[in-house]
């Protein structure tokens, strides 16, 4: 099966998103979130020549930039601050000081740019074919501050099962969902606290 984005194959960077797809530009977020796959126990960005041509393709660094190994530590924290802002949609808590930090390290050297197009659209970019890491991570925030202002972000979610943490898309008119994927996670776990209630009656 081929994921597909509205009937659009997805950019070779999103292929390991299955469902439950935020829409452009977030997807980039949830693709970057989920590189980290706990349940499986991988991680794109742990690798660092899968890291580097990942990061390339998904526009957020140069792939001749120099010091790959401090700007994959970068990645890394930062993209478990994304997923505690994320989590925050679910109840999670406030972020902390170690989750503060890669955040300001990237909007202290990254430098976006205002610019109008012709047809009078005021934009803040950074993120364009960025050669700095920073300007590429930083270009995921402007994501993020766009779809806090249209109400999208709010359906940005992790997975409810603690195992996998998954960021998913809640599209559903409830906005309830909890699970990236019901087979996968939600039966998983209620068959599980079913069992536990079971012993516990038994
Ligand atoms: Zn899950």
New binding site residues.
């Given amino acids: 099966m081929t994921a597909s984005l509205n009937g659009m194959t997805l950019p070779p960077w999103a292929s390991h998103l299955l469902h439950k797809l935020a829409p452009p530009p977030l997807l980039l977020v949830q693709a970057f979130v989920n590189t980290l796959d706990l349940?499986l126990h991988t991680d794109v960005l742990a690798h660092a020549d899968e890291a580097r041509a990942w990061l390339a393709d998904a526009g957020l660094r140069g792939p001749e930039q120099p010091d790959l190994a401090a700007d994959l530590e970068l990645a890394r924290a930062f993209r478990e601050s994304l997923r505690a802002m994320i989590a925050r949609n679910t109840g999670g808590p406030p972020l902390n000081a170690a989750e503060l930090r890669p955040l300001e390290q990237v909007t202290s050297q990254a430098a976006p740019r205002l610019e109008v197009t012709t047809d009078c659209q005021v934009e803040l970019e950074c993120s364009v074919g960025a050669e700095r890491l920073a300007d590429g991570l930083a270009g995921l925030l402007l994501a993020i501050r766009d779809a806090q202002a249209d109400g999208s972000w709010d359906r940005m979610k992790l997975?409810g099962?603690p195992d996998?943490l998954?960021a998913f898309y809640d599209r559903s008119h409830s906005r309830q969902g909890a699970?990236?994927?019901m087979a996968?996670?939600g039966n998983r776990l209620k068959n599980r606290s079913l069992r536990a209630r079971r012993t516990q009656a038994g």
Wanted: glycine share 0%.
């Fill in positions: 349940d997975c099962n996998c998954w699970w990236c994927d996968s996670c």
